[in-house]
């Protein structure tokens, strides 16, 4: 009977109210507070953000997918599904209230779940468990990150195991120093919505796993060769970006946390444009230089370029006037077409180039953020920076090397060849078509 | 049996002028190869990569030996652009032919 | 003159309201009622629960296509696209108001179409048509349900039939007994967003459809051997899984009908987060319990256990707490992993594991309600389930067999070898990847 | 400190409205008032259908990269990502003020950029930047109605020169005519959400492209005959369009500009209903009409038949009642099936079909409106249609002819036969899925 | 060496009547072709045309020259449904098979 | 004709040992295949399934009489890993072996 559980609720209210057709105030008790209506109009924001942020990990899911060899893609997608999986229960588990229930200034907040409140609980501005939701879809979009780095070489299960820590204790711990009100916070580290605390993080624990785990066999040969291993789908990669950016907007825009007001609602907006803006310049630049660089559009560039104008922009989305994010943006994209190949002489074999897009574009956006935001200065920024990295760095290299001593990290040189699907999951992306055999897919 | 193998978009020429000499049975499948046509270079994501073996078609057809002579001329003919990659051509022996669907054999199984 | 449209609707508006800015309620004729507030903050929670749900219908198009052979690939696709537009057209036509013009306590509402109310009669707490698109969705997705086991083998027009009467009259009527204020509604019968009435409805369609279908050819062997059959992409099967994640954000959140104050407004994030954690449990059960049963992972059984979570959870997403969620979802995702080869023994053939995921979690989940809501009992539950298993199933039976003696249910055994894509369609879904010849694609 | 930033801002309010938990205007200087709400609900309309509409970049790209052969799937990727940003740059840069900026009855606004405005200048009804934002999408969604056409054969960079001018100049100065307030509007015309004013204008730029360009090798013989080339991925076409149907909501939901009040908030549910609705009856229309003409259901000519659909009803969402919204969607499912083969008679050679369905639906919804809205008239609407018309067509072709002298706007016959993936961008779709060898093909 | 183009649908009937014949060495690859069979039309958007090929099964088995009018015979057993399109058999002659790894030729190496 | 059926990710080494004998011509293409190595069984929903044919890749490569054992050598040699399935190689006649571009003939076409 939903039809009738909502007219009998009308009943009931225009008892009181609709007699009063006067309207919101006239009857205090009964009519709406502009406190319920910020609480309604912030909850419905974090709502709108937080669906929309979940739907990035099928952003990422698409484009590891487009990116990876097709002996693989099966593999990717258990691995962004499980981690995601992953995050929603263990930001239940321990990851809020480690976050969230830091004291001012302090460095670590609760080992507790987190539970719902109770409808006489929320006399704060928003639902809590809406902020709850929204908080849990950035801490698997930190996760994300790490899955296209390590993919067609990290086992499975190690992989989802390293995502329990990182999702439960590591990208809380951190984020409790800033957004949960502690020590990063009060040394004045501004980061809008995550920057740092989100991209950052993934691309450091990405970093330091792809240091440990090794490139691919083949990538690198040793005369200092390096050996593309194109990926299996280009409208996937490209599904994917898009569905990245879309997600963006709850992102960076639900990270104003607040609608309800004149001010709020143009922030948001102003987000919106902004964010937007970063990220088609990102793709611009990305096109252009490649074209210079190497007299052909790179569309794995391209979309990468676009990413990057995103990180760029998440540090800081409102101060920006529109050609500031349109700077910002560009810069991301150059970076991102910089360091691709960078990474590659180094040997450090990134999969979609989410170290790039994630840690680079992640710190640059991070530093960007006084060029536009008075209240904010390069010192704090820069502590926070470095303070994160240097935490999320040393604790996932632990983790990282504490699984490669005892289940291993590695498939075996076999699997590898033969594609992880068929050696994690005894299945294949794509049963019906063949790879084309090529030296690139060995 | 002739075996040939050309660029694919030359398949239509060449079944064209395989049917007007009569030649109806015709297998084909998608190789790659290289030959004096080493491939070329490509940048992806910043690295350079080799790529050796460009895509093309492989034709089978089973004739008669009086037909075979034509038949290699017809597809030169209808393949040829000039260009490096215009690929080649196979002759070898069939020992036998058999029709599945009515078991003939030899030359009026073709 | 969309933008000077606004700006003169804001000068009339300001010469009544700006000119008394003191607000709302100031001047009772002019300013907003908490009526008003309430009704366009219901009606964008059903417009965008709505749009959300909608999206689902694409959600089952990639689902079907990942896990189908190649060759079945566009036939499913126009299943799927055509399903939901007759779904839009019979709801409209018949369904709407047979569901919701029914007397309190009945059985069946009237068979007239719906009609947009006027902005007069739009007394009620929420735009009429905001409810009409809201449950035409619902229809749309119980008609999702039966492509994906039927896929392969049923022909394009018979299966559409099907569809014009189920979302047209069956799911309609049978809707209406608890959602339209009906007899079940009165028998105390509870299923908030549709376990039973939406996810079993397709489910029990799609069971007797696969028993008087038949399986595919060569999935059963007369030795007793299952032969599997992969489908044919796993990403656009993970896409589909979190497309249809996504889409339940509207499904189950949609359901609480009201969003326009505290306790609406928390119960809507209450219901996002419940609904979220099931389904990361869902998938973690699945993956550790074929890894258990089988050694390795199973991704298809993941993405099911997504879904094992989210129609468990569907029945009742708000009164569990996170821990309740996390179990009502695990239950789900082992069910899931358990029925799917029990169907195999049975020799039902399910192509996507609808029956499973919504007909059996569907039935787990409405039995769990009073686990939690301590307003409902366990009698009441399982009448309900019986009442419209038995409902659905007689009708669909009927219908089932009608087609089948008059224009025939199943495509040729040819035409099912070669593929119903060149039979039903006469194009390919991939024209240029040949499908390797393997044995399982025969 | 995101949390603690919303709490102390609740704080702040409290210390001032909670004291009064009377509510709303009670202290008329704090409270909410009536245009702070219908500010934010109508800034939050421009949000949500924003970013919905954004979404239909991605609707294209997947529509565009499964209708096109394999060799020139990454191409029409790259073009999609590419054309989106420009638009994002070009409606930034000039857009937005030379369509917004223009005096009543004008016919063109001014060359500067858009700034976002400050707090205190959002005395509007809406968030000046949420409206950039809206109307920024609707001008990317016309330049992606271009690549569809043109596909497979135009160079990538002079493709998006061409888009640079479309998004910048062509679109916005039309735009100013009618939903600028420009003389068009003066003269009566009436297009609610752009079937002509965005959807016709993407079509006529693409049909003068068609002609300019010719058809691809290999599509018409000289003997009259027609050489279908089928898409390469049937599934990443459907997905397309329903991401297509989905953003379509927020295309013309969106363009009702108002959320606020019981009137807005219905019309944009029955906008909704009726957009379903059209979308729907296109669909069956079509798979009914194709099953006739050709004894097959024709799956591309349904996802048509969908978008035929929602363009027919774009210009007059509001006004029809479902019958009538059902009528519209058949008639331009109709046109689509019969105006498809019509083009290869004439060899104009459209990839996807984007004329059909952009330009002939766009004019036929556009001669609707006055079917069913009484304040409309036929001499307008044609007035409006032949304006436009005109307008993009003459100054499109001449572009066309100016990129065509100049850089040339065609690929080398060799460079179109081995596929623009690896002569523009130097890499496959799908590297390792080989096409199968077929005269279509070639 | 046996070269059978044969129906898709009929590789396993096949696999399983060579190997009564104890024979276990097979490759198998994906062609298309005509013959007799002579391809369909389709309309697609509209506009007729022809399916010129006919997606088939290539299966390439070298047996020593005993085996080979058996497994000929086998094949066309297995294969055989009677309609057009049921494929062909192609007999040839291998000078040397060479097992790779363990360099074993001959009968042996089979 | 040599026809050899390796492990896929052996091409590279293959075709740099052919390319060491001066042999430039080779058509690859993609196989499937069963000989000693029977394939696996694997598990999908729950239901056991047997995976009949490996991935290969066949190679054709066509080079004068002179140099064919030298060629099956080079082969053997770069695509032994000494594990099963590491395939086989064939030695087949060919007739007459054309150059379409040119038309030329004979040893001086490979
Ligand atoms: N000796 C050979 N053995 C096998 N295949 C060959 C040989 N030579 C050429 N081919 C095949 O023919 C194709 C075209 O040969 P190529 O030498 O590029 O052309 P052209 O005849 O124009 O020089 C190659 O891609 C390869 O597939
Ligand atoms: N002369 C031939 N040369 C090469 N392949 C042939 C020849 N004749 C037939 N084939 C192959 O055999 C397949 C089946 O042949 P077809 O003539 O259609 O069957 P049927 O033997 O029933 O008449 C064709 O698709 C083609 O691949
Ligand atoms: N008699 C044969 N005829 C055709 N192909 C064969 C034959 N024997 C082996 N093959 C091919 O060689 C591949 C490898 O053979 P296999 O017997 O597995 O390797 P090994 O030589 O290591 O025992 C098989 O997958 C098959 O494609």
């Known amino acids: ?442 | 049996m002739l075996t040939a193998i050309i660029k694919p978009h030359k398949l239509d020429a060449v079944d064209e002028a395989l049917a007007k000499l009569g030649i109806s049975g015709i297998t084909i499948s998608e190789v790659m190869g290289h030959g004096r046509q080493k491939g070329h270079t490509e940048i992806y994501r910043g690295a350079e990569y080799q790529v050796s073996y460009i895509p093309k078609t492989k034709i089978e057809v089973v004739v008669s030996d009086d037909l075979a002579d034509k038949a290699s001329d017809a597809i030169i003919d209808a393949a040829r652009t000039g260009n490096i990659g215009d690929g080649m051509i196979f002759v070898g022996e069939i020992g036998e032919a058999v029709r599945v669907r009515t078991g003939e054999t030899g030359a009026i199984a073709l």
């Open chain 1, 1 to 442: 009977m939903r039809k009738l559980r909502l007219i009998t609720a009308l009943l009931i209210a225009s008892s009181v109210c609709l007699a009063a057709p006067a309207a919101l105030a006239q009857d205090g008790d009964t009519a709406v507070t502009t406190q319920e209506l910020q609480f309604v109009f912030n909850t419905l924001l974090f709502l709108l953000g937080g669906f929309l942020v979940m739907w990035m990990a099928a952003g990422f899911a698409m484009l590891e997918s487009g990116m990876v060899r097709s002996k693989n893609v099966a593999t990717i997608c258990a691995k962004n599904i499980g981690l995601y999986s992953i995050a929603g229960l263990m930001f239940w588990l321990f990851g809020y209230n480690l976050m969230y229930g830091v004291d001012a200034g302090g460095w670590i907040g609760s080992f507790t779940w987190y539970e719902h409140p109770t409808h006489e609980a929320e006399t704060g501005s928003y639902a809590g468990t809406s902020d709850w939701f929204f908080q849990m879809v950035f801490c698997a979009t930190a996760a994300s990150i790490v899955s296209g780095t390590l993919a067609e070489r990290i086992k499975l299960w190690p992989f989802l195991a390293f995502c329990v820590v990182l999702t439960g204790i590591i990208y809380p711990i951190q984020g409790a120093w800033t957004w949960g009100g502690g020590w990063l916070k009060e040394a004045g580290f501004s980061d809008f919505a995550g920057s740092t605390i989100v991209h950052s993080v993934g691309g450091w624990a990405a970093l330091v796993g792809a240091l440990i785990l090794g490139a691919r066999i083949g990538k690198y040969d040793s005369k200092g060769g390096i050996h593309p291993m194109p990926g299996s789908s280009m409208p996937l990669a490209t599904l994917g970006t898009f569905i990245l950016w879309l997600g963006w907007f709850g992102f960076n825009g639900g990270s104003q946390l607040a609608l309800g007001t004149i001010n709020d609602a143009s922030d948001v907006a102003r987000i919106f444009a902004n964010t937007n803006t970063a990220a088609a310049a990102g793709v611009v630049a990305a096109m252009v230089l490649t074209q210079i660089l190497y007299k052909k559009v790179d569309l794995t560039m391209a979309l990468n370029g676009a990413l990057a104008g995103l990180v760029s922009i998440t540090a800081e989305p409102l101060t920006p006037t529109m050609p500031m994010a349109a700077l910002i943006g560009v810069i991301g994209g150059v970076l991102v077409v910089v360091t691709v190949p960078l990474l590659d002489k180094l040997k450090i074999d990134d999969v979609v180039g989410a170290i790039p897009v994630h840690l680079v574009c992640g710190i640059w956006g991070t530093l960007a953020v006084p060029l536009t935001n008075d209240s904010t200065n390069f010192g704090s920024q820069i502590i926070g920076i470095l303070a994160i990295g240097v935490f999320v760095s040393a604790v996932s290299a632990v983790l990282w090397f504490i699984l490669k001593g005892t289940v291993g990290l590695r498939v075996s040189e076999e699997d590898e060849r033969g594609g992880l699907d068929i050696a994690e999951l005894g299945l294949e992306a794509y049963p019906e078509f063949g790879p084309v055999t090529s030296p690139s897919t060995a």
